[in-house]
Structure formats: C-alpha cells, structure tokens
C-alpha cells in the first residue's frame, strides 16, 4: 500500500470525524455523536493496521488528543442512553434526574472546549501525514494472520467476560481495514466478511445487555420481570455466539 493511499484514507476519516462533531456542536443531534464515535473508532482502527509496519509503529500517539474528545464524548452518549434505559425500564425520577444533570454538564464541558476538540483534528492531520510511512503487503498480511490466530485461539475456550468483547474489537479490526488490506490479502488469505459482521454483532449485542444488567443492579429499581427477562436474552446470546464461534478458524475462512 502506497503512502499516498495511506495519506488519503487518513484524510477522507479525518475530514468525516470533523463533518460529524461539528455537525453535533451545532445540533446537539446524538446519532451526529455516535457517528463521530464510530469514524473516530476507524480511524484508530486503520492506524493499528499501519503501526504493525516497524517504522509506524508511533503513529497511535498522534492519536491521543482525538482520544480525549472521543472519550468525552462517551460520557455524553452514555448519559443518553441511561435516560433511555430509564424510560425503558420505568427507573424513578431520582435516576432520571442524576443522568440528566451529568448528559447536561458533560454536554457543556464538551461544547466548551470545542475549538480544542477541532484544532487536534488538525493538529493530527499535520503530524500523521508527516510520520506516516509505506505499509508493506507482507505486513497486512502478517497483521490478519496475527488477528485471526489470536481470534481462533480465544474461541478455541471462549469465556463470556470482557476478553470476549477484546475479540469483538480485534474482529472489527479486520472488518475496519478490509478495504485498505484487500489488494494485499487477494489469494493469499480470503475472509467471510458476512460472517465476522455477524459474530460481532451478536457480540455486541450480548455486552449491551450486560451493561445493562449492571445499570440496573445498581440502581436497584428494576422490576424481577426485567431483570429475568435480560437473563434470558443474555442466555440466548450466548448460546447464539458459541454456535457461531465454534471452528472459527474454517468458517472465517470459508
């Protein structure tokens, strides 16, 4: 993969990061947020995949102050969803009210340092069209060998903790740069692309109804029904991931 296809794939994930937060700055719209979150999530992504060529592997830290405004836009978008869940699940005014006071500061505090937010988009355009070098086939190849090993060898004995969602995020790794990493990987290694968007959606899925079950654990003003009724869903998710993870090495391939 040539620099300048490097370059240009950096540029057009930066320029959407900045269309979506600015977007959200003026219209408070949260699906502009979480569009700004998933852009931001690529664009780490696709520099993990260049990091893995040896003179690179600095690039993540030109990342950092893109991290920060990521990471506040998290606590706003949490917030949004809790009130969400608190509608969904008939929590009381107290909860109502403790998520609606911090959507209401963390959205002030993120509307406060926007400029910030918009000069470290530029500031690491500057420095990652700067530091960034080639990035050889052999070693987009070696970076899904790598990812797809580490994949199998989780499944091999998965375990439904956080390690479980690690291996959603290394799955998302090749979905994210299949693209970029397509000329290097044709008939050398063929990916089910349809069926790692699968596994990590059901994935993703069972770490929402973990999350909360946890949310509402610790509010303490969910119904039985609720909570029995999240168990069950999360007992089918888990039951739906095993069958889809088992022989994954065959069936990513396939």
Aim: charged share 25%.
């Amino acid at each position: 993969m040539k620099k300048k296809e490097e370059i240009a794939q950096l540029n057009k994930l930066l320029k959407k990061i900045k269309v979506n937060l600015k977007a959200f700055l003026q219209s408070e719209n949260q699906e502009e947020l979480h569009q700004f979150r998933v852009q931001v999530k690529k664009l780490k992504a696709v520099l993990t995949l260049y990091a893995y060529e040896k003179k690179n592997k600095n690039l993540l830290k030109y990342f950092k102050p893109i991290k920060e405004a990521f990471a506040k836009a998290g606590e706003i978008r949490n917030a949004h969803i809790n009130l969400k869940l608190g509608e969904q699940y008939q929590l009381n005014e107290t909860f109502h009210q403790q998520q609606q006071q911090l959507l209401n500061s963390s959205l002030a505090d993120f509307k406060k340092n926007n400029n910030l937010y918009l000069k470290s988009i530029k500031k690491a355009k500057i420095n990652l069209q700067t530091h960034t070098h080639r990035l050889h086939n052999k070693t987009i190849r070696k970076f899904y060998k790598d990812k797809v090993l580490t994949i199998n060898q989780f499944f091999a004995d998965p375990a439904f903790n956080e390690d479980l969602h690690t291996a959603r995020k290394n799955i998302k790794l090749l979905i994210y740069n299949h693209t970029n990493a397509a000329a290097a990987l044709q008939n050398k290694l063929q990916l089910n692309l349809k069926y790692l968007d699968e596994l990590q959606d059901n994935i993703g899925e069972w770490h929402d109804h973990i999350l909360t079950m946890k949310l509402l654990a610790a509010t303490g003003n969910a119904t039985d029904a609720a909570i029995a009724n999240l168990k069950s869903t999360n007992e089918n998710s888990e039951n739906i991931i095993l069958d889809l993870s088992s022989n994954f090495k065959d069936k990513v391939k396939s």
